[in-house]
């Protein structure tokens, strides 16, 4: 499983970056993701990455956040820029082949707040 750090308090208009590693296992050669899941609603899909870098986002995050990853060094990382109270969010990465399987390590609390 993934697990995620590097959540945090911050202000609107700021900036945090969450980082994921591998716990006893590796990334492969499998699509990254990033979900979030905020209070009483649904996860959802914020960004991934496959193994030749390219990258989508969901819209409500397009120019704010970045994804990227190193699938050698199992590290990926989500700089987020311009938060926002709406990405109030419990942060989870992920593979897509977890996604799949429905399979989740523990995320990281981001709290955007004044």
């Known amino acids: 499983q993934l697990q995620a750090s590097g959540g945090g308090l911050a202000q609107p208009g700021g900036s945090l970056t969450l980082s994921c590693v591998a716990s006893g296992s590796t990334f492969g050669a499998d699509v990254l993701v990033w979900y979030r899941q905020a209070p009483g609603k649904q996860r959802e899909l914020v960004a991934g990455?496959?193994?030749?870098?390219?990258?989508n986002y969901a819209d409500s995050v397009k120019g704010r956040f970045t994804i990227s990853g190193d699938n050698a060094k199992n590290l990926l990382l989500l700089q987020m820029n311009n938060l926002k109270p709406e990405d109030t969010a419990v942060y989870y990465c992920?593979?897509?082949?977890?996604?799949?399987?429905?399979?989740w390590g523990q995320g990281t609390l981001v709290t955007v707040s004044s």
């Open positions: 990455i496959n193994t030749s870098g390219t990258t």
């Open positions: 992920n593979t897509l082949m977890g996604v799949i399987r429905d399979s």
